[in-house]
C-alpha cells in the first residue's frame, strides 16, 4: 500500500462503527490543538481558533476560524454510517438444540449475500450506569471485540439446487449469524461487558452492530485498487478530512462535517436533516456578534460539498450505466447529477466544483443513472431543507457499494485531498 492508501486502511480497521470513525477523527484532532465545544455548555469562540463538536457521538463537525472578520463557510460533508446489522435487544436465541444465535436485523440498504461465510465481529457502545441505585445517570462506552466472534455460514447447495438462480433473503431466517453451540448460552452479553470494561448487570443499553472481518486490500496488476469495508463513506469522510487539515483560509470559516444515519434517511437528531449543521453555524455567528441579516448574507456566500462515493461502470454490467456518463475508478472527482435534485449539483455549484479541480490539477468526471433507473439520494438535498446554500454532490467511483467489501482505485484517495485541500483554501466568486 502507498502511504495514503495504508492511512485509509488504518482509519477502516479502527472504525467499525459510526462511533468508532467520530472517536478516531476526535483523537486526531485533538493531537493537532482543536478544542471541543459541548452543545450543552455556552461557546467562547477566539478568531483564529480551531474547534469539534459531536452529537450522539456519531456526528462530527470541525472548523476553523479566520482571524479576521469572515465572509462565508466553506463546508465538505460526508457520512459516517455504512449498511450492517444491528444486534437487537434480548439478542441470544437457541437453535437446533446445538447452536446460540444472535437476533439481528438489517440497517441500511445492504448487499446481503456478501455478508454470508466471511469472519464477523460486533462492535458499537453501551449505555454503563454510573452513580448509585438511585441516580439517574449512565455514561457511554466503545465496544469492539476484536476477535473473528460470528458467522453467517450459507445453506449448501446439495439443500437448495436453485441457490445459483437467484434468492430471496428472509432476514429473519436467513440472515442470523451463529454466536457458539449450546454450551454458550449467556454468553454474548458477557463479552460485551467485558470488551467494556463492566460488569453485564452495569449495562443498560446498547447500539450495537457486526462487521466485516477481513482486512483491507490492495489488489490488481499494478495494485490499482483498494478493497474495504465501509468505503462508502469512510473514504470520503478521510480524504475530505485529511484536506481540511492541511488548509488555511483567511476570509471564511471552513468547516469538515460528518454526518450520521445517510443511510436509513438522515431524519435522525444527528442525520442531515437535523439541526446539527445549522446550530453550529449560528452559534459560529453569535461567537463573533454578528446579527441574523450578517448570518444570512455570509450564507449567500458559502459553499457546500456533498461527498459520497459514486458508482464506477461494472464491467459485467457495462448495460446499468448510462450510455455516456461512466465513471472509472482513479480517474479522479465524480460529479452527480440528476434532474430531479436527488443530487444537488446545478451548473453554478458544477462550475465551481470544475474550477476546483482544474486549479488543483485533478481529473473529474461526471455520473448520472440511466433514465430508466431511479437513483438514491444523499446528504447535499437533505441538508439543504436546514442550510440553503449552493451545493454540488461528488464522490469517488468505486464498485459494490453496499457490500460489507466495497472497492475503489488507489489513486482516487489523492485525487480527493488534493481537491479538498485546494476547495478549502480558495475564495470562491461565482456571480
Known amino acids: 500500500m502507498n502511504k495514503t492508501t495504508k492511512s485509509l486502511a488504518d482509519f477502516i480497521v479502527k472504525s467499525p462503527t459510526a462511533f468508532h470513525a467520530v472517536d478516531v477523527m476526535k483523537s486526531r484532532l485533538e493531537k493537532e490543538g482543536f478544542t471541543e465545544l459541548l452543545e450543552n455548555k455556552e461557546w467562547e469562540l477566539k478568531k483564529g481558533g ?18 479576521a472578520e469572515y465572509k462565508g463557510f466553506y463546508i465538505i460533508a460526508s457520512h459516517s454510517d455504512s449498511p450492517a446489522f444491528k444486534i437487537k435487544e434480548n439478542p441470544e436465541m437457541e437453535a437446533a438444540g446445538a447452536y446460540v444465535t444472535l437476533n439481528v436485523e438489517k440497517y441500511g440498504g445492504m448487499l446481503c449475500a456478501p455478508w454470508f461465510d466471511r469472519p464477523l465481529s460486533v462492535a458499537g457502545r453501551v449505555l454503563v450506569k454510573t452513580g448509585n441505585k438511585n441516580d439517574i445517570s449512565a455514561e457511554s462506552r466503545l465496544v469492539n471485540i476484536d476477535k473473528d466472534l460470528v458467522m453467517i455460514p450459507s445453506l449448501a447447495i446439495h439443500m437448495n439446487r436453485e441457490a445459483n438462480d437467484g434468492y430471496k433473503y428472509n432476514a429473519q431466517k436467513d440472515l442470523i449469524p451463529i454466536f457458539g453451540d449450546e454450551k454458550s448460552k449467556d454468553g454474548f452479553m458477557k463479552a460485551v461487558a467485558e470488551a467494556a470494561g463492566t460488569k453485564v448487570e452495569n449495562i443498560v443499553s446498547h447500539d450495537l452492530f457486526l462487521y466485516n472481518r477481513v482486512a483491507p486490500t490492495v489488489w490488481g496488476a499494478a495494485d490499482e485498487y483498494v478493497s474495504a469495508g465501509r468505503l462508502d463513506d469512510l473514504e470520503c469522510a478521510f480524504g475530505s478530512f485529511e484536506g481540511f487539515l492541511g488548509a488555511e483560509n483567511k476570509s471564511n470559516v471552513i468547516m469538515h462535517v460528518v454526518f ?172
Open 260 to 431: 450520521d444515519n445517510e443511510e436509513v434517511g438522515s431524519s435522525t437528531k444527528q442525520g442531515a436533516a437535523s439541526t446539527f449543521l445549522k446550530d453550529t453555524l449560528l452559534r459560529i455567528n453569535e461567537g463573533f456578534k454578528r446579527n441574523t441579516e450578517q448570518y444570512l448574507m455570509s450564507l449567500a456566500e458559502s459553499f457546500m460539498v456533498s461527498a459520497d462515493n459514486a458508482h464506477a461502470i461494472h464491467p459485467n454490467y457495462t448495460e446499468k450505466a448510462d450510455p455516456v456518463n461512466r465513471p472509472v475508478m482513479n480517474k479522479g472527482v465524480v460529479i452527480k447529477y440528476n434532474a430531479n435534485q436527488k443530487y444537488t449539483t446545478d451548473a453554478t455549484s458544477a462550475a465551481v466544483c470544475k474550477l476546483v479541480c482544474d486549479k488543483a490539477k485533478v481529473p473529474y468526471q461526471t455520473f448520472t443513472n440511466r433514465s430508466d433507473v431511479a437513483g438514491g439520494s444523499t446528504l447535499g438535498n437533505i441538508s439543504g431543507n436546514q442550510v440553503a446554500i449552493p451545493t454540488v454532490d461528488i464522490g469517488m467511483a468505486q464498485l459494490a457499494m453496499h457490500s460489507p467489501y466495497e472497492t475503489a482505485g488507489v489513486a482516487d484517495l489523492d485525487y480527493l485531498i488534493k481537491f479538498s485541500k485546494t476547495f478549502y483554501s480558495s475564495d470562491i466568486a461565482v456571480r
Open 50 to 67: 480551531k474547534y469539534f463538536v459531536k452529537r450522539n457521538d456519531s456526528s462530527i463537525i470541525s472548523f476553523k476560524l479566520p482571524k
